[in-house]
T-cell receptor, first 112, second 114 residues
Framework: ETGVTQTPRHLVMGMTNKKSLKCEQH?????MYWYKQSAKKPLELMFV???????ENNSVPSRFSPECPNSSHLFLHLHTLQPEDSALYLC???????????FGEGSRLTVL | KQEVTQIPAALSVPEGENLVLNCSFT??????LQWFRQDPGKGLTSLLL?????REQTSGRLNASLDKSSGRSTLYIAASQPGDSATYLC?????????????FGQGTRLTINP
């Protein structure tokens, strides 16, 4: 148990669906991250929030929409995804943006 | 552009052996380096964090070293056990002001055979 909880753990959606991934951290951290892990590729940073403000958007398509309502919660809203978006989506948090990262277990997304 | 390479991509050793995993990075201007472990289908577990001013960090049977000037880090695992089987990833944080982005290698998939 890392203190970072992601739900759902598995999600299957059609290309026209709208769904959301949720991340919650119980560590008192003030920075939260979304990463994408595809087969045979290094982890790719998608978004960074520091003190609930988005500080990095790593050229992610607009069909991915993050939301950080408070320092403990982070969402990734998904709409009109493509099959190539199928991947493991990992949430992480850190005490500040330069400290050690702690990851959740990930949400395995399959887009049909 | 910072790039991180981990060689070999896969490694299989008998139980009980000591082993070394390698990580190299192209730009020595880093703030810190972090080693992670990932079990199949799971998230990443942080193993060790080395600040740029440090040469090594130890945790139990794990020892990570950092040679910033040559762009290299190693993760030493002593007396390996089947439970150590996992993918090991290293990641560097650039020294650029305000850099939040960790740059990851592709990992070394380690198998410890009983």
């Amino acid at each position: 148990e890392t203190g970072v909880t992601q739900t759902p753990r598995h999600l299957v959606m059609g290309m026209t669906n709208k769904k959301s991934l949720k991340c919650e951290q119980h560590l008192g951290h003030n920075a939260m991250y979304w990463y994408k892990q595809s087969a045979k590729k290094p982890l790719e940073l998608m978004f960074v929030y520091s003190l609930e403000e988005r500080v990095e958007n790593n050229s992610v398509p607009s069909r991915f929409s993050p939301e950080c309502p408070n320092s403990s919660h982070l969402f990734l809203h998904l709409h009109t995804l493509q099959p190539e978006d199928s991947a493991l989506y990992l949430c992480a948090s850190s005490q500040d943006s330069r400290r050690e990262l702690f990851f959740g277990e990930g949400s395995r997304l399959t887009v049909l | 552009k910072q790039e991180v390479t981990q060689i070999p991509a896969a490694l299989s050793v008998p139980e009980g052996e000591n082993l070394v995993l390698n990580c190299s990075f192209t730009d020595s201007a880093i703030y810190n380096l972090q080693w992670f472990r990932q079990d199949p289908g799971k998230g990443l577990t942080s193993l060790l964090l080395i600040q740029s001013s440090q040469r090594e960090q130890t945790s139990g049977r794990l020892n990570a070293s950092l040679d910033k000037s040559s762009g290299r880090s190693t993760l030493y695992i002593a007396a390996s056990q089947p439970g150590d089987s996992a993918t090991y990833l290293c990641a560097v944080r650039p020294e650029i002001q305000g850099a939040q982005k960790l740059v990851f290698g592709q990992g070394t998939r380690l198998t410890i055979n009983p």
